[in-house]
Nanobody
Framework: QVQVAESGGGLVQPGGSLRLSCAAS????????MGWYRQAPGKQRELVAT???????NYADSVKDRFTISRDNAKNTGYLQMNSLKPEDTAVYYC?????????????WGEGTLVTVSS
């Protein structure tokens, strides 16, 4: 069983920056794929960014050139650096860890961390 915990959310002014962290335990972190998702009030959860075990990244168009996903396998932690934040980035941000086993991919979610962008 993989445990996932996000941290780093908070209140930030428009144009500001935040770095979210995703700590995972209970497996071999370097073999995990990781993704950040977000859910704004009244909206469905949406993909923000993903990174494979090999370091290949993918971003939603709305965050390209502003957000950067990364991972530190030695620390069993992934990150989402968010710059030039906008009010529309306000949401609960979730980390998803995907572990691929003999039975197929298994997803594990954290409980989320709230990011509020407001002046």
């Amino acid at each position: 069983q993989v445990q996932v915990a996000e941290s780093g959310g908070g209140l930030v002014q428009p144009g500001g920056s935040l770095r979210l962290s995703c700590a995972a335990s209970g497996g071999i972190f370097s073999r995990f794929a990781m993704g950040w998702y977000r859910q704004a009030p009244g909206k469905q959860r949406e993909l923000v960014a993903t990174i494979t075990s090999g370091g290949v990244t993918n971003y939603a168009d709305s965050v390209k050139d502003r957000f950067t996903i990364s991972r530190d396998n030695a620390k069993n932690t992934g990150y989402l650096q968010m710059n030039s934040l906008k009010p529309e980035d306000t949401a609960v941000y979730y980390c998803k860890i995907t572990q691929t086993s003999w039975s197929g991919p298994e997803d594990y979610w954290g409980e989320g961390t709230l990011v509020t962008v407001s002046s």
